[in-house]
């Protein structure tokens, strides 16, 4: 029968043992029997599904979802989770609760980072700008030679709202 599937089973024959479906339209259903996409893979629930893409157990990338708890993208390699993708949109790079669009727990490098707009932001482990210059409001306040408007090697500060700073602030 050309509109028929083709089955895959192990263990038997019977519905509960049938792994791997193909349709006459050739969609794919891994652990579906009733697949709706090119590829569809499905695990029994609490459990996470991932596909594995490498050349030997040392050397591979496994792209999972997490089980019910978050939903959770996972990009794994064989030192471990490296990047998260939740269902709210937030992306971690090196960090499984990306708490903002884009979440970095570690080093980022690049030429040229452009912001819109107003926010705020936390840099607790400092910004490093070797070269060039890391600009507010086109003001020059990072680089080398003079900063800003003011002193060489020494970051202008601008109070605001009755801020006020001392030889022991930090």
Same mark, same amino acid.
């Given at each position: ?7 895959? *089973? ?8 049938? =792994? %791997? =479906?193909?349709?006459?339209?050739? %969609?794919? #259903? @891994? ?5 709706? =996409?090119? %590829? ?8 996470t599904p991932q596909i594995r893409i490498g050349n030997t157990d040392s050397f591979f990338w496994d792209i999972g979802r997490e089980n019910q708890t978050t939903g959770r993208?996972? *990009? @794994? ?27 970095v727990n570690g080093t980022i490098l690049g030429q040229t980072i452009n912001t819109y707009g107003t ?7 400092? @910004?490093?700008?070797?070269? #060039? ?14 900063? #800003? ?7 202008? *500060? ?6 006020? %700073? ?5």
């Open positions: 029968n050309p509109s028929a599937p083709i089955k895959f *089973f192990t263990g038997g024959s019977a519905a509960a043992n049938e =792994r %791997l =479906r193909i349709t006459s339209a050739g %969609l794919v #259903g @891994i652990g579906d029997t009733a697949p709706d =996409r090119a %590829l569809t893979i499905f695990t029994a629930q609490n459990t993208l996972m *990009f @794994i390699d064989q030192g471990g989770e490296k990047m998260s993708l939740l269902n709210n949109g937030n992306l971690g790079v090196g960090t499984t609760t990306p708490g903002a669009l884009l979440s926010g705020t932001s936390t840099h607790a482990g400092g @910004i490093n700008v070797t070269s #060039g210059c890391y600009a507010v409001g086109g003001v020059c306040i990072g680089g080398s030679g003079t900063v #800003g408007s003011g002193t060489a090697g020494q970051l202008p *500060f601008y109070a605001a709202g009755g801020t006020t %700073l001392s030889a022991s602030s930090t």
